[in-house]
């Protein structure tokens, strides 16, 4: 049994780090700054294609995600909160011997301070990331690289996120998939990305975990 957690918008709450990052560098770039609410669907794909999306596919992506990132490694990333009902969650999931890993479209080093800092670490058995290059940050490639890393069956393993991404990365390696609506994708979206179940609370997240991780093959599906 192996649960694949993505993060932001799933065991966190990133909004307001993430959203003031994103100012900072629209404001150092000299470009109109949106109110917080207007950014939220950052949350959740990789950094760079939300940059490229937000500024036309300038030139000025790359210097965008520099600025970002030089404030969220900061401060940004602390400005952060763990959803209620999420430690309580991973320990029952621990206690009951599922293998739990991160995969998030995040910087992997910012991804260990923020689970560091929350002690969410304990937990799991390995935190995996994008790189400062970008590599892995499409949850396609991410999944795949646990995969050869940690050379487990997707067919007993979930991936459990709040975008249509984590649904997608999911699906195009072998997984079945949970969409969480506490987080900053639509139930139309989770829906149409091809999640296996629809869960409101993490307080109900356990059982179709341990449903979905049994030993029903899947085929990866072709990307």
Known sequence: MIALFDLDGTLTDPKAGITRSVQYALDRLGRPVPEADELTWMIGPPLIAGFTELLGGTDEVQE????????????GLFENEVYAGIPSLLQNLHERGVRLYVATSKLHIFAR????????????????????????????????????????DPAGAVMIGDRKHDAIGARTNGLASIGVTWGYGSRQELLDAGVARLVDSPHDLAEPILTLTGTTPRQAATP
């Not at 965008?64 to 401060?75: F, S």
């Open 113 to 152: 301070r923020i689970l560091d800092h929350f002690e969410l670490s304990r937990f799991f058995i390995e935190i995996y990331g994008s790189e400062l290059d970008n590599r892995n940050a499409d949850k396609r490639d991410l999944i795949r690289h646990i995969l050869e890393q940690e050379r487990f």
């Open 64 to 75: 965008a995600v520099r600025l970002y990132r030089e404030r969220y490694g900061d401060v």
